[in-house]
């Protein structure tokens, strides 16, 4: 059984507290493309966005902002004004948690870039071991506190040698 005509993951959303700050960000800093924007968005009588997207009936979305980054999925980035308060940003220990990670070629070079553009880095760039041996990776930090993570594997990893499925590479889309 599958999710009839499932092709692959179209977009990833999430909240900002600030979409300029994060437009700078994914623009500036990530090279994402800024394909196009769209709201505010605000119901001022019924249920629309409880029904809709699960938030407070009087959340209103202020905006929100389309990217394209590489060959991955497309972003969504929302900033919305929660009309019950805004709740702290998950870790990736909480449930819900979550970062996204991008696929480098040069682990290294990307480090130090974002270093250079003054990015928090967590700790330094770790190998991997096991199934994913031949993997480099580090997490770091948006502005707003978001976790991201750098990958690299330009020679692949262990479980690629005998494995009949193998996870889809960025670097090799059409694979």
Not at 13 to 30: M, N, Q, S
Not at 128 to 151: D, I, K, T
Request: hydrophobic share 40%; proline share 7%.
């Amino acid at each position: 059984m599958a999710l009839p005509g499932l092709r692959g993951t179209e977009h990833i959303g999430f909240t900002v507290p600030d979409l300029d700050e994060a437009d700078r960000f994914f623009v500036d800093i990530v090279g994402a493309e800024r394909v196009y924007s769209l709201g505010p968005f605000a119901h001022e009588t019924g249920d629309w966005m409880l029904e809709h997207m699960n938030v407070d009936p009087r959340t209103v979305m202020r905006r929100l902002t389309f990217y394209r980054v590489g060959t991955g999925a497309n972003f969504e980035v929302f900033e919305f004004d929660a009309a019950d308060g805004a709740r702290p940003q998950p870790r990736n220990s909480d449930i819900g948690g979550h970062h996204l990670a991008f696929y480098v070629d040069d682990l290294d070079a990307a480090v130090d870039y974002l270093r250079a553009n003054d990015i928090r880095i967590l700790g330094e760039p770790t190998a991997s071991g096991n199934a994913s041996s031949g993997q480099r990776w580090v997490y770091f930090l948006s502005p707003w506190g978001m976790q991201f993570e750098l990958v690299s594997f330009p020679d692949g990893k262990a479980y690629e040698r005998d494995s009949p499925v193998l996870l889809w590479h960025p670097a090799h889309p059409a694979e």
